[in-house]
């Protein structure tokens, strides 16, 4: 096998200082990359990627992540391969702020890493499924469950990804529901200001709303994952509940890709050489309006809604409190042991960290869990694909009369 001599370690060194030069002022630059814990040696190799690099590797490499493909956007119970499901979602967001990001100039790897990252802790079934977990979570632990949050918790606590704090903060700092003229940085939390942040998370309410991305890399995900939603969601609409929808024309447009181009091209053109995102006040009310509208033809709707209440919504609180007292009791031959605790990498990050107590010695004896049966059962849930649940729900409760009520339409309805 052949070896790097020292010259050839010299040109890699130089590949990312030659990319930063490129630069804007406001980019995030690899030698300001913070992580929350010390960092091995970087190999030579590892020279020609920078440490958001290193981030978007490491993510896209998770074994969580390819669960997105299972996992509903906005529509679940359609057989029907046109539909956004989660990876493909956060692979449109991505390509959407690389290209303002671009323009910009800013740092496209810790883009690239906030944007496939930020929805990595979604629960299956959407945020109807998320709705539901963080209903139950809160009453059994008193804690509030969101995917931000908990994409988080999977990449930093559950598989000790070890991302940077620019990548952690734009994740956990991605959502914005409320669309914004002016999209201007927060101060980047230092480490222990990003442990506080994340931990309030969980007991205020209200903490997710006032989060801001510490980076400008984090705010051009968090507007990318609005102009990557709002248009496809119309477009799956029509795919799936086989009705002609009409949507309003407005200054961005009425389909996916009009809304994609022209506020991308709007908030370029009222960016560039600024340390903030800025959109002009004919597109902010058109975007506002465009979410309303959404949530009116599309989110609200009964036929949409009704299932999700009426059978996930039971049969997630049975399976939290059949998986709450398997841990309570030691039930090893439960699915959350077999599926999950047991599991050789799950297992180590929940029972053999420095930052977990023991019971005995450390060559073979017992290991206690620093988390609480709550918090693993809403870990297991929210890491289930829309299909992993139907499936463990049925393999738990084969006799539940709520198995008969799951119906898919299928490929050839209506044909």
């Known amino acids: 096998m052949r070896e790097f001599t020292d010259e050839q370690i010299e040109e890699l060194k130089k590949i990312t200082v030659s990319t930063e030069d490129l ?55 359609y057989k029907n391969d046109e539909i956004t499901r ?26 690239e890493a906030i944007a496939i990252g930020h929805d990595i802790g979604h ?9 539901i977990l963080s209903r139950l979570y809160f009453e059994h632990a008193g804690k ?7 994409s988080v918790r999977v990449l930093n606590m ?6 940077t704090v620019q990548t952690l903060d734009g994740i956990i700092c991605h959502c914005g529901e409320e669309v914004n003229e002016k999209y201007e940085p927060a101060v980047l939390p230092s480490a222990d200001e990003f442990y506080a942040m994340f931990d309030g998370c969980y007991t205020d309410k209200d903490a997710v709303k006032r989060l801001r991305p510490g980076t400008l890399e984090g705010c051009v995900v968090r507007l990318s994952d609005m102009i990557a939603y709002i248009g496809k969601d119309r477009a799956d609409a029509k795919y799936t509940l086989q009705m002609n929808i009409e949507f309003d024309e407005s200054a961005i447009g ?16 009222g960016s560039m050489g600024k340390p903030y995102l800025s959109l002009s006040e004919d597109v902010y009310k058109a975007l506002v309006a465009c979410k309303k509208e959404n949530n009116d033809k599309i ?18 609180e049975k399976m939290y409190k059949c998986f709450v007292y398997d841990i309570e009791h030691e039930n090893t031959d439960s699915l ?3 599926h999950y605790l047991n599991d050789s990498i799950i297992k180590v990050n929940y029972f053999e960290k420095n930052v977990y107590k023991t019971n005995g010695d450390d060559d073979g004896g017992e290991y206690t869990m620093a988390n609480s049966p709550e918090d693993i059962a809403a870990d297991f849930i929210a890491s289930m694909t829309d299909d992993y649940f139907l499936d463990a729900f049925s393999r738990i409760f084969p006799d539940d009369e709520l198995n008969k009520e799951v119906c898919y339409a299928g490929y050839f309805d209506g044909l």
């Open 23 to 77: 630069y804007s002022e406001y980019a995030a630059r690899d030698a300001d990359a913070v992580r929350l814990h010390k960092s091995t040696r970087r190999t030579e190799l590892e020279f020609i990627r920078s440490q958001y690099a290193i981030d978007a590797d490491s993510i896209i490499n998770c074994r969580f992540y390819n669960r997105g493909s299972d996992k509903t956007q906005v529509f679940s119970f």
């Open 86 to 111: 989660r990876t493909a979602h956060v692979q449109l967001v991505s390509r959407i702020a690389r290209k303002i990001g671009k323009a910009l100039r800013l740092n496209l790897d810790l883009i």
């Open 123 to 131: 629960t299956p079934f959407g945020h109807a499924g998320e709705e």
């Open 144 to 150: 509030y469950f969101n995917h931000n949050v908990h």
């Open 158 to 163: 559950i598989m000790h990804n070890n991302l």
């Open 254 to 269: 009425s389909t996916n890709k009009e809304i994609i181009d022209n506020v991308t091209r709007d908030v370029i053109a």
């Open 299 to 316: 989110y609200k709707r009964r036929e949409l809604r009704e299932p999700y209440e009426r059978i996930i919504a039971p049969m997630t």
């Open 336 to 338: 959350i042991f077999k």
